[in-house]
């Protein structure tokens, strides 16, 4: 019998840990190397964080596109069709490393670490009054399985944690809010602010004046979700006027950013290289082997996004 065809295209290096996860846990599937014509292109399932263009044409008998990652907003979905599945990546890993970048970037912003490099760099010693925990109110939004995570996280250092997403969520010991109505209530209760929502067309540009005033003065942001949700001159603004007191953002609007964007060389402001998370190629291998097989049962493909949702 011919095995189901998946063709891998992303990074050679992490595909010899693919390709040996494959052949010693899935002899039933054959993972190929992506080419723009022959055994790949003829391919059912992908798995790529860079599709080829024109994928639809490149692939015409393609049915799955698994995404290496766990946000899908780069991939050309409205150019598919509607049969074609788009997957998220979901592994304990990528979860895990998601989880200590918020923590370290809420506990950076907490403890004032913005501030005392400042203050290093030019030679002081300001300490400033340490604040409990309990009284470092934040507020995440999206609470899909990285925010419920991180929530949770930073429930276990005692912070008061609200989460705030687009449908309604409920977790256990967590103010959870949802919808548009809700969001000027959730900001006002929210010290420090972490982004991990998707990027969709209702949550570009999210991050903007009008949200940031909504904010109490002072307000610290985390941004691991993508460049897009913030506008970048408000988000600068609000730095400069204080009513943002520091940000730690992992991603940017362009990235690389040209060396001399003003976020960058901002004093209150920590920019990492979108580092925050990684998929790990062994969890990710085996997601993407359950996945094939629950699509030749004909049953669903765990993680599929829903299309009409773009997450
Ligand atoms: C990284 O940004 C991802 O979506 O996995």
């Given at each position: 019998m011919t095995r189901p065809v998946i063709a891998y295209k992303s990074d050679p290096v992490r595909g010899a840990v693919w390709h040996d996860i494959f052949a010693r846990e899935a002899p039933d599937l054959r993972l190929v190397d992506w080419t723009p014509d022959g055994e790949a292109a003829a391919a059912p399932y992908l798995v790529a964080w860079t599709p080829p263009p024109d994928l639809a044409r490149a692939m015409p008998r393609l049915q799955a596109l698994f995404c290496?990652?766990?946000?899908?907003?780069?991939?050309?979905?409205?150019?598919?069709?509607?049969t074609v599945q788009v997957v998220r990546m979901v592994d304990p890993n990528l979860t895990a490393s998601m989880v200590e970048y918020v923590v370290m970037a809420v506990l950076a912003l907490h403890r004032d670490l913005p501030f005392y490099r400042t203050e290093q760099a030019a030679g002081r010693w300001t300490p400033r009054p340490v604040r409990p925990a309990t009284e470092r109110r934040i507020g995440l939004m999206g609470l899909g399985v990285l925010g419920q995570a991180a929530a949770r996280a930073l429930s276990g250092f005692g912070f008061p944690v609200r989460g705030w997403s687009a449908s309604p969520k409920s977790l256990d010991g967590i103010e959870t809010f949802a919808g548009d109505a809700t969001l000027s209530h959730f900001l006002s209760g929210t010290d420090i602010l972490i982004c991990l929502l998707p990027l969709t067309p209702a949550t570009r540009?999210?991050?903007n004046r009008d949200l940031f005033a909504r904010l109490p003065s002072g307000a610290g942001l985390v941004n691991a979700?993508?460049?897009?949700?913030?506008?970048e001159a408000d988000l600068l603004a609000a730095l400069d006027s204080g009513q943002l007191s520091g940000a730690i953002l992992d991603?940017?609007?362009?990235?690389?950013?040209?060396?001399?964007?003003?976020l960058l060389a901002h004093p209150r402001v920590v920019v990492t290289p979108h580092v925050a998370s990684a998929t790990q190629p062994a969890g990710a291998a085996r997601q993407v082997i359950q996945g094939v097989r629950a699509h030749l049962r004909g049953e669903p493909i765990a993680h599929a996004i829903d299309r009409s949702q773009g997450y």
């Open positions: 290496i990652g766990a946000g899908i907003d780069h991939l050309p979905v409205h150019e598919l069709p509607q540009g999210l991050l979700g993508r460049g897009g949700h913030a506008v991603v940017l609007a362009t990235e690389p950013p040209p060396a001399d964007h003003p």
